[in-house]
């Protein structure tokens, strides 16, 4: 199991303000996703990155950005939040190789824009 | 494009009975095929995965589920319930060089005293 650690794991914020969710994990996995979850509803994958300086955009659009700078970690920064924004944001990663489609998730992000 | 549904959004059973959850992907070559769990507020646990051989896989918290091709199934299963399985349950699909997950919407289960 991977070892995959969110924070702030809930925060509440105003409109307009900048926000940066971390995450990192210790497995030394290569692969890092952002998705985005609404109460009661699937997962959206917004962000992902294959590997350092790597970073690309997910099957649904979102106003985040994201940077890899480090193998370890890989943050989400909204810089103006809006209460659209609104939302469970969960950080996941995998490893290349036979098991590299297993996706270990961190505990998630839950950000409240109000 | 590959795509899983969850056919049932809801599923209310009792304490010790049997439980069964149904997944259906598409997917254009063999599939890796995932079901993670759900706690209130928490983030997604693996339960257990599918990318080869032996078509029952077994996984943790005494829960099993059965890949079957020619159904496009992959249907989650545990003989008695316990009042801690109590969660949401979602499949998953990806494959190959693509490390993408697809999820279905899930599937909470309610489980009764």
């Known amino acids: 199991e991977a070892d995959i650690y969110q924070t702030p794991r809930y925060l509440v914020i105003g409109t307009g303000k900048k926000i940066t969710l971390e995450c990192s994990q210790t497995m030394g996995h290569d692969k890092m996703y952002w998705y985005q979850q609404d109460p009661g509803m699937e997962l959206h994958l917004i962000h992902y990155s294959y590997g350092v300086n790597s970073t690309e955009k997910g099957d649904l659009s979102s106003e985040s950005t994201v940077s890899r700078i480090r193998t370890e970690h890989f943050p989400l920064t909204l810089e103006s939040a809006r209460p659209s924004h609104t939302s469970q944001y969960l950080c996941?990663?995998?490893?290349?190789?036979?098991?590299?489609?297993?996706?270990?998730f961190g505990e998630g992000s839950w950000l409240t824009v109000v | 494009a590959q795509s899983v549904t969850q056919p049932d959004i809801h599923i209310t059973v009792s304490e010790g009975a049997s439980l069964e959850l149904r997944c259906n992907y598409s997917?254009?070559?063999?599939?890796?095929l995932f079901w993670y769990v759900q706690s209130p507020g928490q983030g997604l646990q693996l339960l257990l995965k599918y990318f080869s051989g032996d078509t029952l896989v077994q996984g943790i918290k005494g829960f099993e589920a059965e890949f079957k091709r020619s159904q496009s199934s992959f249907n989650l299963r545990k003989p008695s319930v316990h009042w801690s399985d109590a969660a949401e349950y979602f499949c998953a699909v990806g494959g190959g060089s693509n490390y993408k997950l697809t999820f279905g919407k899930g599937t909470l289960l309610t489980v009764n005293p």
């Open positions: 997917y254009g070559a063999t599939p890796y």
């Open positions: 996941a990663s995998s490893a290349t190789g036979r098991s590299g489609n297993t996706i270990y």
